[in-house]
């Protein structure tokens, strides 16, 4: 069956230091989200992206991230400057529509410090 | 906006059924979500249910009531591996790809 693969699966990153999280979708889905759960908390819509843009973005997706797809197989979520509060579950998902059956990764756990 | 309310934590015997409730209140309304998640682990799909009623899948059925802002999710004939966390999550509106994710039940099987 097809996944959604996540690397690294856990990433130790020193507060101000740049992360790069990385997923590739399934292949022959279009649409793409990064969601985030903090230890404990709810699932977090972090943003979604389409035809090499942004769809739609929470108010935790602010300045300090960005998402890119470099290439035709990956997309990124980057965190410029990340924070202890910052450190959290995050995961990829993708979808072949644009309806809601989300494929989720197995997700990066990150642990600022 | 959305707000989703779920029982924190439930306690069930092997081989019982148990029903998990979510209540809601949206802006608009497009369908609701029922996801699994084990601990430490991605959720996975379960049931997406747009119309009111029930709709089976197995051993696990979702219902809905539009008009009461209710659902539940039934498991039958209970495993040890559905000792899990259940999440209820709603479209944020129309035209919008974002799901809004209730705390999630804590669902314990016990022998």
């Known amino acids: 069956e097809p996944e959604v693969t996540q690397t690294p699966s856990h990433q130790v990153t020193q507060m101000g230091q740049e992360v790069i999280l990385r997923c590739v979708p399934i292949s022959n889905h279009l649409y793409f989200y990064w969601y985030r759960q903090i230890l404990g908390q709810k699932v977090e819509f972090l943003v979604s992206?389409?035809?090499?843009?942004?769809?739609?973005k929470s108010e935790i997706f602010d300045d300090q991230f960005s998402v890119e797809r470099p290439d035709g197989s990956n997309f990124t979520l980057k965190i410029r400057s990340t924070k202890l509060e910052d450190s959290a579950m995050y995961f990829c998902?993708?979808?072949?529509?644009?309806?809601?059956?989300?494929?989720f990764g197995s997700g990066t756990r990150l642990t600022v410090v | 906006g959305q707000n989703i309310d779920q029982p924190t934590e439930m306690t069930a015997t092997e081989g019982a059924i148990v029903q998990i409730n979510c209540t809601y209140q949206?802006?608009?309304?497009?369908?609701l979500f029922w996801y699994q998640q084990h601990a430490g682990e991605a959720p996975t799909f379960l049931s997406y249910?747009?119309?009111?009623g029930l709709e089976e899948k197995g051993r696990f059925s979702s219902f809905l009531s539009r008009s009461k802002g209710y659902s539940y999710l039934l498991l039958k004939e209970l495993q040890m591996k559905d000792s899990a966390s259940y999440l209820c999550a709603v479209p944020s509106g129309a035209g919008s790809y974002q799901l809004t994710f209730g705390k999630g039940t804590k669902l314990s099987v016990i022998p």
């Open positions: 992206f389409y035809n090499n843009e942004i769809s739609e």
């Open positions: 949206t802006s608009g309304f497009n369908g």
């Open positions: 249910n747009v119309l009111d």
């Open positions: 998902a993708s979808s072949e529509e644009d309806n809601y059956g989300y494929t």
